[in-house]
Nanobody, 119 residues
Framework: QVQLVESGGGLVQAGGSLRLSCAASGRTSDIYTMGWFRQAPGKDREYVAGISWGDDSTYYKISVKGRFTISRDNTKNTVYLQMNGLKPEDTAVYYC????????????WGQGTQVTVSS
């Protein structure tokens, strides 16, 4: 089993920055990829960014590319999401997720952290 704990959400004005962190614990030797999703009120959960544990390849939702940066520290089994140039439409609960090498799909989820961007 894997446990994910997020931190770093909060309230920020438009144009500001936040950095989210997600620490994985438990069975972390089989990480395949980690990513961030978000869910705004009344909307479906959507993919934001991901990073491959094997080769550091990164992937982004088009609307955040150039503003958000995903990175990892594999010594700490932690993934980060640096969010710059935040917009009110980025307001959502942000979830960290993990896929292992067996299933290669996001099966483990954090509890979520609220990000609110005021205009």
């Amino acid at each position: 089993q894997v446990q994910l704990v997020e931190s770093g959400g909060g309230l920020v004005q438009a144009g500001g920055s936040l950095r989210l962190s997600c620490a994985a614990s438990g069975r972390t030797s089989d990480i395949y990829t980690m990513g961030w999703f978000r869910q705004a009120p009344g909307k479906d959960r959507e993919y934001v960014a991901g990073i491959s544990w094997g080769d550091d390849s990164t992937y982004y939702k088009i609307s955040v590319k150039g503003r958000f940066t995903i990175s990892r520290d594999n010594t700490k089994n932690t993934v980060y999401l640096q969010m710059n140039g935040l917009k009110p439409e980025d307001t959502a609960v942000y979830y960290c997720a993990l896929a292992n090498t067996f299933e290669k799909r996001y099966n483990y989820w954090g509890q979520g952290t609220q990000v609110t961007v005021s205009s």
